[in-house]
């Protein structure tokens, strides 16, 4: 796991919300570096090499976005964006350009925690869990099995790889874009149905009561989450 090493820059020009980040990170006894500016922070990014980011995407010099695609020429470390909740759509551009995962203004402590506590788990992995166990689902992607409460629950070949990527960025948002691709390829891009029919199917046999699933969850106009708790 990290150690209290792990550093973390915070670009946000908020500073209530860059003082309640930075509580919080000190409080883990992490080591928080913090800027206003865009281009400061693309400038600490390349000397420092933090270990996650997080990144405010309204920022006063420079769009969040454009810091994701200049991030990403150099560097894959995690980021979590911070937008506000009228921002829908660049959730989706920032997700696109490689951001990890996103945190819609005002949000809480405890979901702070379980979006690092996912990213940092990405970081700290070194092989792939194959056993993953939240609730009653058991998913075996070893055996390549679904379980609900020890019992078998029969999937289809395409649910399997949905429920196998999901696991793979469990507590990460996953963008119906990136499901599109992997399973059906670039050219189904927009085909949000077939994600539709296959979730609906999919919360049938896994979820006690589809209508307000526990496991699989709909992140509104952007993809879907697995749910770690
Ligand atoms: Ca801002």
Do not use: C
Request: no cysteine; proline share 3%; net charge positive.
């Amino acid at each position: 796991m990290l150690s209290n090493n792990t550093k973390i820059l915070l670009i946000e020009d908020d500073l209530q919300t860059r003082r309640f980040l930075k509580s919080n990170l000190n409080h883990r006894g992490w080591n928080v570096t913090e800027t206003d500016s865009g281009k400061t922070g693309l400038t600490l990014l390349k000397n420092d090499a933090p270990d996650l980011l997080i990144l405010d995407l309204g920022l006063p010099d420079m769009n969040g976005i454009t810091v994701i695609k200049r991030l990403r020429q150099f560097s894959d470390l995690p980021v979590l964006v911070l937008s506000a909740r009228s921002l829908e759509q660049s959730k989706i551009m920032a997700l696109d350009a490689g951001a990890d995962d996103y945190l819609t203004k005002p949000f809480g402590i405890g979901e702070l925690n379980s979006r690092l506590q996912a990213l940092l788990r990405r970081i700290s992995k070194t092989a792939p869990q194959e056993l993953f166990v939240t609730g009653e689902l058991t998913i075996d992607l070893g055996k390549r099995k679904v379980f609900v409460a020890e019992q078998e629950v029969k999937i289809s070949p395409i649910e399997y790889r949905i429920l196998s990527i999901l696991v793979k960025n469990a507590g990460l948002v996953v963008t119906q874009r990136q499901l599109l691709k992997e399973i059906w390829g670039a050219e189904h891009l927009d085909d949000n149905h077939y994600l539709r029919i296959y979730m609906r199917q999919l919360r049938h046999k896994v979820e006690a009561n589809p209508a307000r699933p526990r496991y699989l969850l709909t992140e509104t106009g952007v993809g879907y989450r697995l749910s770690e708790s």
